[in-house]
Nanobody
Framework: QVQLVESGGGLVQPGGSLRLSCAAP???????????VGWYRQAPGKMRELVAD???????SYGDSVKDRFTITKDNSRKKVFLQMSSLKPEDTAVYYC?????????WGPGTQVTVSS
């Protein structure tokens, strides 16, 4: 079983920034690099949606609502995935989930709350 540990959520004012982190501390590096890693979010009463992901060896992809504001990065040496969020809006308020997938395998972090409010 893959353990994913998220951190970095919190309360931020509109226009502010946050950085989310997702670590896979028990995963060996040779496996970590094989996974597609990403971030999803779910707001109250809404479906879970893709925020951003990185497929092994390819560029990142982003949901339309976060393009040009969010950046996903993957640090293989630290086995971590980051989501830098800027120009945050109230509609970005949601629980953010880290996701690792490889073939039929899929793992989710427990989620971290991001609230954008003045």
């Amino acid at each position: 079983q893959v353990q994913l540990v998220e951190s970095g959520g919190g309360l931020v004012q509109p226009g502010g920034s946050l950085r989310l982190s997702c670590a896979a501390p028990r995963m060996i590096l040779s496996e970590f690099v094989q996974y597609t890693v990403g971030w999803y979010r779910q707001a109250p009463g809404k479906m879970r949606e893709l925020v951003a992901d990185i497929r092994s060896g390819t560029r990142a992809s982003y949901g339309d609502s976060v393009k040009d504001r969010f950046t996903i990065t993957k640090d293989n040496s630290r086995k971590k995935v980051f989501l830098q969020m800027s120009s945050l809006k109230p509609e970005d308020t949601a629980v953010y989930y880290c996701n690792f997938r490889r073939g039929r395998e899929e793992y989710w972090g427990p989620g971290t709350q991001v609230t954008v409010s003045s």
